[in-house]
């Protein structure tokens, strides 16, 4: 993370005044949301008179407000988080939230996008291998027989699903397989009104996954999250009583952060 270190290497590509703003911004801090101006010179190491220019040009540019006494920081500061999020890439967003999820419930956990007629996958928190194939970012698989997959194709157009699906090889993967197009659209409608998929023994004989669609600010499906689970539990039905709030919380958490 040191490589700014590096890039500048000699005194006149340092600016000095970009730096101190910095500090000044970084001196507000959640405990301390109003400072005056001395508060401010101390926490950023500044003189008192450098401290007051930075904050009354924060002030001028809508940055910072200032009522007589204490300077505050506005939401437009919020600006320079949300454009560093949105030039992130999906995987490192997703990475985190996912390491969480999977600790907290003790299973792998996986984002995927659609491609074509297959799901990639972007993301993955392992806890146990359930699966004989190795899943990991790159891997893909059919999206009309897995979870993620028909999250991710009940979100288009149906007719558009409808030919994704035709395009597909559907041979049954295991006895469990559903195979014929028109069943196959009838659970996308289920997926779409209910908001998840559940696969059980589908893709393979032991395996079950629930998914979610993870949305974007606009409400729009950008990918979709999965738990994957050995199939001991009697009824499939106790996988989403017991894994989908979790996977609900995480849906909700990105959605504020995914542009």
Same mark, same amino acid.
């Given at each position: 993370m040191n490589n700014h270190v590096h890039m500048v290497n000699k005194s006149t590509d340092f600016v000095g005044s970009l730096a101190k703003g910095l500090r000044v911004i970084e001196a507000f801090q959640a405990e301390q949301p109003r400072l005056s101006i001395t508060d401010v010179a101390q926490a950023a190491e500044l003189d008192r008179a450098t401290a007051r220019r930075c904050l009354l040009t924060l002030v001028e540019l809508g940055y910072a407000e200032y009522d007589g006494k204490f300077f505050a920081l506005t939401p437009r500061v919020l600006r320079l988080g949300v454009a560093a999020l949105a030039s992130m890439p999906l995987p490192?967003?997703?990475? =985190?939230?996912?390491?969480?999820?999977?600790?907290?419930?003790?299973?792998?956990?996986?984002?995927?996008?659609?491609?074509?007629?297959?799901?990639?996958?972007?993301?993955?928190?392992?806890?146990?291998?359930?699966?004989?194939i190795g899943l990991m970012p790159g891997s893909r698989l059919p999206a009309f027989c897995t979870s993620m997959g028909r999250v991710l194709l009940a979100a288009l157009p149906r007719d558009e699903a409808r030919s994704l699906i035709e395009s597909s090889d559907?041979? =049954?993967?295991?006895?469990?397989?559903?195979?014929?197009?028109?069943?196959?659209?009838?659970?996308?409608?289920?997926?779409?009104?209910?908001?998840?998929?559940?696969?059980?023994?589908?893709?393979?004989?032991?395996?079950?996954?629930?998914?979610? =669609?993870?949305?974007?600010?606009?409400?729009?499906?950008?990918?979709?999250?999965?738990?994957?689970?050995?199939?001991?539990?009697?009824?499939?039905?106790?996988?989403?009583?017991?894994?989908?709030?979790?996977?609900?919380r995480v849906q909700a958490g990105l959605k504020r952060v995914l542009q």
């Open positions: 490192q967003i997703v990475q =985190p939230w996912l390491d969480q999820l999977s600790d907290q419930v003790g299973q792998s956990c996986s984002v995927s996008v659609l491609e074509g007629a297959e799901i990639l996958y972007v993301a993955r928190a392992a806890q146990r291998r359930v699966m004989s559907l041979a =049954p993967r295991t006895a469990h397989s559903l195979t014929d197009i028109s069943d196959l659209m009838q659970e996308l409608d289920r997926v779409r009104r209910q908001g998840y998929a559940l696969v059980d023994q589908e893709v393979e004989i032991g395996l079950r996954a629930l998914s979610v =669609p993870l949305l974007n600010q606009r409400g729009e499906t950008v990918a979709a999250l999965n738990i994957g689970l050995a199939a001991i539990q009697s009824n499939a039905a106790e996988v989403v009583s017991g894994y989908l709030s979790d996977m609900l």
